[in-house]
């Protein structure tokens, strides 16, 4: 049952990075733009006051940028970058006990 739920959410993120993606048909390329993956969030309902906003995903995504030394996140980048927001979320959504 897991490995199906894991599955499906890759299905899902490649479909996600799919549409979101831009085509470099000089290069062949797939890849995501800063713009794109900042309105992705925006849908996604991850940009939210109080746990990211637009300038923390830009830093995170320069981040990621660094890594792969492009100005665009292939899939592999973007994946990369999606985790690190989902640990972030956790971060943010731990519960916090009052002593």
């Given amino acids: 049952m897991a490995k199906q739920k894991a ?4 299905r899902d993120l490649q479909r996600l990075f799919v549409y979101y993606c831009d085509y ?10 800063q713009t794109n993956v900042i309105g992705l969030l ?3 309902k991850l940009i939210r006051e109080g746990v990211l906003d637009d300038n923390q995903a830009r830093i995170m995504m320069a981040q990621e ?3 792969s ?8 980048s973007f994946c990369n ?6 640990q972030k ?3 943010l959504e731990k519960p ?3 002593y």
């Fill in 69 to 76: 030394q492009t100005s665009y996140l292939d899939y592999q």
């Fill in 24 to 33: 470099s048909l000089d290069k062949g390329e797939v890849y995501i733009k």
């Fill in 81 to 86: 970058l999606v985790v690190k927001i989902a």
């Fill in 65 to 67: 940028n660094q890594i």
């Fill in 7 to 10: 599955d499906a959410f890759k």
């Fill in 42 to 44: 925006k849908d996604c």
């Fill in 89 to 91: 979320w956790v971060e």
């Fill in 96 to 98: 916090r006990y009052i």
